[in-house]
């Protein structure tokens, strides 16, 4: 048995200079030509390295370096490593030098010709949104580094491989689809001598062409255009690159639709090549050139290299264009071929369960609730208001104090109903001393006035005695003052029916419940239902509808009935003014109903005050 081998730590590992002689290793021009690419076409950038890692992740080696080459300490290549174990973006501040100053250091692992790679640049500070930018332009420019390493070092030299970077770098620089694609056109025909370069995308089962080269407008109707669409549906029917005349060496092919382009146009040599992206065919390229100057295999594969570096490219910039419809329907179409595809074990789980919950709550019944606040009322609630107009002399109790029948809560000023009284008093006396001496004269016409005058004097003192009665606000049972802190009123003045306390029984109560207009159609009286209070949230207690107020008040906005219920329990320590949440039990329906009813109610709603 072999003695376990460990792996030597992470901090101890250092990267190795790059070492073309290597055993399979890069070529170093085409990884210096795709860093530059990078670090050219992405603003902000100082300083780019770009690292392979070793199949056990336990060593790095320099490929490239941007723009010259730059010591690495032993912190930044622990970093490089860890970034490719983990295989995650890693974004840290640097000092900078005097001439860049501080800025952002990305990590961006990658993966090219089945092999890791990390990209490292400095660049300058710039908010989330573009650091992502940054780290998803590597990924997707990944492609180019695929060819660049096992492709084009193999079939080309440096200076092709630096024509095709340039030549991609000119046709992702646009800003649009047809921008790029008319470059790309113009450019081949340019390098290649061609008399025209077409290039269209699959719409359907067919393919139409989009842009021609040195050619502006076109007409989709015309033969020509028909003709070299027939050309480019060969191509991508049989996925792969047709030449016309086909060379001795190649497979056979079927090239008719070439024949009778080459035929039309007198042209002596059409290549079609298809352009294929994130495994989906996007459309093709027709080039067409005399038949003195046939195409040669590196040409082929030259034209074929760039076209697989632009591709993804395009393909972006013309998804991106697309109308909004066409992308919700390329959206479900791929949604749609991973449910029912191969592979996607978790999405099909998802879905899976999905329809299985649909289904579930589409037939379960349960309880439908009305929920709405609660606030807890005595059963009568009495006011005690002022009953002639006065001054407040004392106050007993407050609001939240308990109070028993005929106790004193407070009192009003008696001194000018007192004063009032003495005038009575005193004139009483006076007209009874008059009556006297009338009597005494047998004057019976004045003892009669006089006798009057006592009676109006005998009511207006019995008024007073009355009125200085009900200064003494006293309470009209047992039960608690919720209303009525007077402390802070003493001798302030009250008019008549003024409203100082109100007093509720603590032995009986009932529960007002705010309603909803949306939700108050279903609610009638009978309907049992619960509460929980905010002073008692442990327990939940029952209640029954007895009233429901056919006139509704508006509260934050929105319109409320008032609905009042009783409580089924009796031994319980309420108070008034407690509030919490009530839900009325309407009845029993389904469950996927009850939680989407209100949505369906507004959407109505929506509807007819838009639409009808």
């Keep these: 048995m072999q003695a376990a081998h460990s792996k030597p730590p992470i901090d101890s590992v250092k990267p190795t200079a790059p070492n073309p002689a290597r055993a399979g290793s890069a070529h170093p021009a085409a990884a210096g030509h795709w860093l530059g690419l990078q670090c050219t076409m992405l603003q902000g950038i100082s300083r780019g390295l770009l690292f392979r890692i070793s199949a056990n992740g336990q060593e790095s080696r320099l490929e490239a370096s941007w723009p010259e080459p730059s010591p690495i300490s032993a912190d930044q290549a622990r970093r490089v490593l860890l970034t490719a174990v983990r295989n995650k973006t890693h974004l840290e501040k640097h000092a900078g030098d005097e001439a860049t100053g501080p800025g952002i250091r990305l990590y961006q692992p990658l993966t090219a010709g089945g092999k890791p790679y990390v990209v490292v640049l400095d660049m300058s500070d710039r908010d989330k949104p573009q650091r992502q930018t940054v780290a998803n332009l590597l990924r997707w420019n990944s492609e180019w580094l695929n060819y660049a390493l096992d492709q084009c070092p193999q079939a080309t030299g440096d200076t092709n491989l630096q024509e095709i970077f340039s030549a991609a770098a000119a046709c992702l620089d646009q800003q649009t689809f047809r921008g790029s694609a008319t470059t790309l056109v113009t450019r081949l025909a340019a390098r290649f001598g061609c008399q025209r370069v077409s290039l269209g995308l699959r719409k359907g089962r067919r393919i139409l062409v989009q842009v021609l080269s040195h050619s502006a407008r076109f007409q989709h109707e015309s033969n020509l255009i028909q003709a070299i669409s027939a050309a480019m549906d060969e191509a991508v029917d049989q996925d792969r690159t047709v030449l016309y005349p086909p060379p001795d060496a190649r497979a056979p092919v079927i090239n008719q639709a070439h024949a009778e382009l080459a035929k039309q146009l007198g042209h002596g040599n059409v290549c079609s090549i298809p352009i294929t992206a994130q495994g989906e065919i996007l459309g093709a390229l027709t080039l067409e050139r005399d038949s003195g100057q046939p195409l040669t295999e590196a040409d082929v594969l030259e034209i074929e290299q760039l076209v697989a570096l632009v591709a993804p490219g395009l393909w972006l910039q013309h998804r991106d264009e697309q109308a909004l419809p066409v992308k919700a329907g390329r959206s479900l179409r791929g949604i749609v071929t991973r449910l029912f595809g191969p592979e996607h074990i978790k999405l099909k789980l998802a879905c899976l369960g999905a329809v299985i919950l649909l289904v579930f709550f589409s037939f379960a019944q349960g309880a439908w609730r009305v929920t709405a606040k609660a606030v807890v009322e005595g059963s009568v609630q009495r006011t005690v208001a002022a009953p002639i107009d006065g001054y407040i002399s004392s106050v007993e109790v407050g609001a939240g104090d308990l109070v028993s029948a005929n106790q004193l809560m407070g009192a009003l ?200």
Aim: glycine share 6%.
């Design 413 to 612: 000023d008696e001194s000018d109903l007192r004063l009032q009284r003495l005038k009575w008093s005193t004139l009483r006396r006076q007209m009874v001393s008059e009556s006297r001496e009338a009597m005494a004269q047998h004057n019976r016409a004045e003892v009669s006035i006089i006798s009057a005058k006592i009676d109006q004097a005998d009511a207006e003192l019995e008024l007073i005695d009355e009125q200085l009665a009900r200064t003494r606000l006293v309470a009209p049972f047992d039960g608690m003052v919720i209303e009525g802190d007077l402390s802070q009123r003493l001798g302030t003045p009250v008019s008549r029916g003024d409203v100082l306390f109100k007093v509720a029984p603590m032995d009986d109560y009932r529960i007002v419940l705010k309603v909803d207009e949306q939700d108050i159609a279903p609610v009638a009286p009978g309907q049992p239902g619960k509460l929980i209070l905010a002073s008692m949230p442990s327990r939940v207690l029952e209640l029954r509808v007895d009233k429901i107020t056919p006139v509704s008040t508006a509260e934050g906005g929105r319109n409320f009935f008032r609905v009042e219920a009783s409580l089924l329990a009796d031994d319980l320590l309420l108070q008034p003014g407690m509030e919490g949440v009530g839900k009325i039990t309407v009845s029993e329906a389904n469950l996927f109903w009850i939680w989407t009813h209100d949505l369906a109610n507004w959407l109505r709603l929506r509807a007819w005050t838009w639409w009808r």
